[in-house]
């Protein structure tokens, strides 16, 4: 069975920052290639990082590049999202998401997701 669960969200103040972590039970992550994605009401879900399977190279939406920072953890079988200086923006429901092979940011070609932790960024 698999199953993957998404912590660390919470309300920040702009400029702010949250680590995001997703832990997978069931499969192995370093297997697969992961991403994060978000949504926010009335908007499309939206990409927000990726890590590769095979080299951990990572990928990341131009709204949030050189603000995040994914990373793998093997022997905790989780991926993490480390964000800074958050913007209101970025609010949203963040996701984590698994596939095989190649980062893309298109969500209907991952095979699993969890069940996602709120990101609020108010003054």
């Known amino acids: 069975q698999v199953h993957l669960v998404e912590s660390g969200g919470g309300t920040v103040q702009p400029g702010g920052s949250l680590r995001l972590s997703c832990v997978a039970s069931?499969?192995?992550?370093?297997?697969?290639?992961v991403a994060w994605f978000r949504q926010a009401p009335g908007k499309e879900r939206q990409g927000v990082s990726c890590i590769r399977d095979t080299n951990n190279r990572t990928f990341y939406h131009d709204s949030m590049r050189g603000r995040v920072t994914t990373s793998r953890d093997l022997a905790k079988n989780t991926v993490y999202l480390q964000m800074d200086s958050l913007k209101p923006e970025d609010t949203g429901r963040y996701y984590c998401a698994v596939k095989n092979e190649e980062c893309v940011f298109v969500y209907y070609h991952y095979n699993y997701w969890g069940q996602g932790t709120q990101v609020t960024v108010s003054s």
């Open positions: 069931g499969l192995i992550l370093s297997e697969y290639s």
